[in-house]
């Protein structure tokens, strides 16, 4: 009998075949993956170590078994931590070996290469007929190639099984903090720990919600986690790649290592869909906000119902206000869409977790409907897709606003904390993680501007505010509903908002181009024209620079300061239009061309920090003008550039290029260029940024350069 019940007349077996091994072994490496595992397998048997190398017929690739071909799975158990202990010897004498852990699985294809060429063996072969295992593996052993494929026992067993007592004992929290403390030592890298993070946290909701309180066992923890990880694979490349096998097989494999006794039906829930290319018309569509109190949703939800038809086609739209109804709203949203099954839902109601976006998926499967997620667009910090910049505009709005359904207005006196719980419920994501979720999940993503590009820094008054409130609030979270620490701080966050009425007026893009711009992006999804952004952390091997941006408004007032105290400054000045060509400023710190990408990276704890810099003097000539500048103190750090005359370039003549900048100082000597000494000096304060390529990244996409360093290393 096979693995399905059938009888079968080639007397494969479910028992492991002990001469797979030395088959392996004896094999002809396919691929570099092929040839570490080999090396492993071959020392641990050579050396006697207390470790298991059982092989199985893998029955799921049966149609592609011959004679020439045949598939196994093979586990890798180590018994004993004398194993370990050991090996971590053996790789000091060879440091190429590959790491050793408790146990794995590997896909295995021993095949005959019958042209001879090692390349030609990662092409699709199928073959059609069964034979028997042994007739099939008994010649011509030292032309057998190999293909391996490794099966992620770590997260099935470390991160799923041994986290169950954590996760239903103490919450996903603590769940979380294992499953990352786990991470920390094997040493993962942070972009992985990010796919595993997700992936973890889908898995925490889930099994929690199907059984409640209830733990699952421990003996039967595969027969949740494989149907889990199986339709998990299915959302993407990507997330195949980070699962590896899943489903009935891994189940196969772990009740004959474990003899784990009789398992209950399994019943695989339905496979998680991606909003196709073109949303059909004969679907409905569900327009969602994953956002915070006073990001404009309902106002730009009244603009697309006012819209002229719409969404650019027929379908009938509906403007469901989450404030304006009682009760569960995504429940109500739910009996909607099954009374309209085509019609488009404005889902007018913050959507912050995964909870509420697995929901919103399970209602499109459900009601054959597709999923659009709005979101304000905004920097982020290293651990929430929102900027302070942006939580300062959500609230500045909503304590400007009155009669508000659900009271969350100026009259609210726990205005400023809920909308601290809100950008709360968002911690532990950055930008590029929060986005590429929401595009892995629905397929699509449409942002909403929100702040203005090239806006000056947010007020240290603005700024240290919010942060207070953060720390009040973490500090609080067991005791919130009393909000008995809370007045003084409220009336403090009124006090400074409007006292920075004007800056946070300024810093905002206009509600009619946001309105424009969302409209036009939802339409080219409804119509299929939408490109998928890239969410990818970009390649370190094209880091630039380090810089600090700096308000140009600034250097203007500046300029105008010294055009009226110093002639040959006006002489300088009269024939030229800086404010029509100084649109950008910035002092250089360190740049990877002359200083080396660990010189910029060094950088990174100060990325997205408030820097003060002084300017002393102007130094200008025919051909360019640049302030000479100091970097201040962050966090009790004095900041220094690499640059051997830090400076800020404002003109260049046509046709120069803004690093002839650099030689102004020995322009000067030469009496071929003019100083003008600023006493005292000016401080403008401006914002720490690292560049790729001329594209600004955050603090995350450093952590994962270091890690990444730390590999080669």
Same mark, same amino acid.
């Given at each position: 009998m096979d693995w399905f019940g059938n009888d079968v007349a080639d007397g494969h077996s479910r028992n492991a075949d002990r001469s797979v091994v030395s088959k392996f072994l004896q094999a002809l490496p396919a691929d570099l993956s092929t040839t570490k595992l080999q090396e492993m397998v071959r020392l641990m048997t050579e050396k006697r170590f207390p470790a298991a190398f059982k092989c199985y017929h893998n029955f799921h690739k049966i149609n592609s078994v011959s004679s020439d071909s045949l598939h196994f799975k093979m586990v890798i158990h180590v018994h004993s931590d004398s194993a370990f202990r050991r090996y971590q010897k053996e790789m000091r004498h060879n440091p190429g070996l590959w790491p050793l852990y408790r146990g794995f699985f590997v896909d295995v294809n021993l095949f005959k290469n019958n042209k001879g060429i090692a390349a030609e063996s990662s092409q699709e072969v199928n073959y059609g007929s069964r034979t028997n295992a042994k007739?099939?593996?008994?010649? @011509?052993?030292?032309?057998?190639?190999?293909?391996?494929?490794?099966?992620?026992?770590?997260?099935?067993?470390?991160?799923? &099984?041994?986290?169950?007592?954590?996760?239903?004992?103490?919450?996903?929290?603590?769940?979380?903090?294992?499953?990352?403390?786990?991470?920390?030592?094997?040493?993962? *890298?942070?972009?992985?720990?990010? @796919?595993? *993070?997700?992936?973890?946290?889908?898995?925490?909701?889930?099994?929690?919600?199907?059984?409640?309180?209830?733990?699952?066992?421990s003996f039967s923890y595969l027969s949740e986690a494989e149907p889990f990880l199986e339709q998990y694979a299915k959302r993407s490349p990507k997330t195949q790649a980070l699962i590896g096998s899943a489903g009935s097989l891994m189940r196969d494999l772990a009740i004959i290592e474990g003899s784990r006794g009789k398992e209950r039906d399994i019943v695989p829930s339905s496979p998680t869909p991606m909003v196709k290319e073109v949303i059909r018309k004969d679907e409905g569509l569900i327009v969602f906000f994953p956002g915070i109190p006073g990001c404009a949703k309902s106002a730009l939800c009244k603009e697309i119902m006012s819209a002229p038809r719409g969404l650019g086609d027929d379908r009938p739209v509906h403007? #469901?206000?989450?404030? #304006?109804?009682?009760?569960?709203?995504?429940?109500?949203?739910?009996?909607?869409?099954?009374?309209?099954?085509?019609?488009? %839902?404005?889902?007018?109601?913050?959507?912050?977790?995964?909870?509420?976006?697995?929901?919103?998926?399970?209602?499109?499967?459900?009601?054959?409907?597709?999923a659009i997620p709005v979101v304000p667009d905004s920097e982020g910090t290293e651990s929430n897709p929102f900027s302070l910049d942006a939580l300062a505009v959500f609230m500045f709005r909503v304590l400007h606003r009155a009669n508000h359904p659900r009271n969350l207005d100026k009259s609210s006196p726990h205005a400023g904390y809920v909308l601290l719980k809100f950008y709360d419920l968002y911690h532990g994501k950055n930008r590029n993680e929060f986005e590429a979720e929401l595009i892995e999940r629905f397929g699509s993503l449409v942002k909403m501007p929100l702040l203005e590009p090239n806006r000056a820094p947010l007020p240290e008054c603005v700024r240290s505010t919010l942060q207070k409130g953060l720390d009040l609030?973490?500090? #609080?979270?067991?005791?919130?509903?009393?909000?008995?620490?809370?007045?003084?701080? /409220?009336?403090?966050?009124?006090?400074?908002?409007?006292?920075?009425? /004007?800056?946070?007026?300024?810093?905002?893009?206009?509600? @009619?181009?946001?309105?424009?711009?969302?409209?036009?992006? $939802?339409?080219?999804?409804?119509?299929?024209?939408?490109?998928?952004?890239?969410?990818?952390?970009?390649?370190?091997?094209?880091? +630039?620079?380090?810089?600090?941006? $700096?308000? +140009?408004?600034?250097?203007?007032?500046?300029?105008?300061?010294?055009?009226?105290?110093?002639?040959k400054v006006e002489g300088f000045l009269k024939d030229k239009d800086l404010r029509s060509s100084l649109t950008q400023a910035h002092l250089t710190l360190a740049h990877k061309r002359s200083h080396g990408v660990t010189a910029v990276a060094n950088y990174g704890p100060y990325v997205n920090k408030n820097v003060p810099i002084n300017m002393n003097a102007l130094l200008f000539s025919e051909k360019s003008a640049a302030l000479?500048?100091?970097?201040?103190?962050?966090?009790?750090?004095? #900041?220094?550039?690499?640059?051997?005359?830090?400076?800020?370039?404002?003109?260049?003549?046509?046709?120069?290029?803004?690093?002839?900048?650099? +030689?102004?100082? &020995?322009?000067?000597?030469?009496?071929?260029?003019?100083? +003008?000494?600023?006493?005292?000096? %000016?401080?403008?304060?401006?914002?720490?940024?690292?560049f790729l390529n001329f594209v600004l990244v955050g603090l995350a996409s450093l952590i994962f350069y270091f890690n990444f360093v730390s590999c080669l290393c």
């Open positions: 007739d099939g593996l008994a010649n @011509e052993d030292a032309n057998l190639m190999i293909k391996l494929k490794f099966l992620t026992y770590k997260i099935r067993t470390f991160l799923i &099984r041994n986290g169950l007592p954590v996760l239903f004992k103490q919450g996903e929290a603590a769940y979380k903090a294992y499953y990352l403390r786990q991470m920390k030592i094997w040493n993962t *890298s942070a972009a992985k720990q990010r @796919e595993l *993070s997700r992936m973890l946290d889908d898995w925490a909701v889930y099994i929690r919600e199907t059984y409640g309180h209830e733990q699952l066992s403007h #469901l206000m989450g404030d #304006l109804f009682e009760g569960k709203y995504w429940g109500m949203v739910a009996e909607k869409r099954g009374k309209e099954p085509y019609s488009v %839902i404005l889902a007018d109601k913050n959507a912050p977790n995964r909870g509420v976006w697995r929901q919103i998926e399970d209602m499109c499967r459900r009601t054959k409907a597709s609030y973490g500090r #609080l979270k067991p005791t919130q509903d009393t909000y008995s620490e809370w007045p003084e701080w /409220e009336t403090q966050l009124r006090e400074t908002l409007l006292q920075n009425v /004007e800056y946070l007026n300024s810093i905002q893009v206009s509600f @009619e181009s946001s309105v424009e711009s969302v409209l036009k992006q $939802l339409k080219a999804v409804v119509k299929g024209e939408y490109t998928t952004p890239n969410t990818e952390q970009p390649s370190f091997g094209t880091i +630039v620079y380090a810089a600090v941006n $700096l308000p +140009v408004s600034s250097f203007l007032a500046l300029l105008d300061t010294l055009d009226g105290q110093d002639p000479e500048a100091e970097p201040g103190v962050v966090d009790g750090e004095k #900041l220094s550039s690499k640059n051997e005359w830090p400076h800020v370039t404002l003109w260049t003549a046509k046709g120069v290029a803004a690093k002839e900048a650099n +030689v102004l100082p &020995r322009l000067l000597a030469e009496g071929k260029a003019t100083r +003008v000494e600023i006493n005292p000096p %000016i401080t403008i304060t401006g914002v720490l940024r690292v």
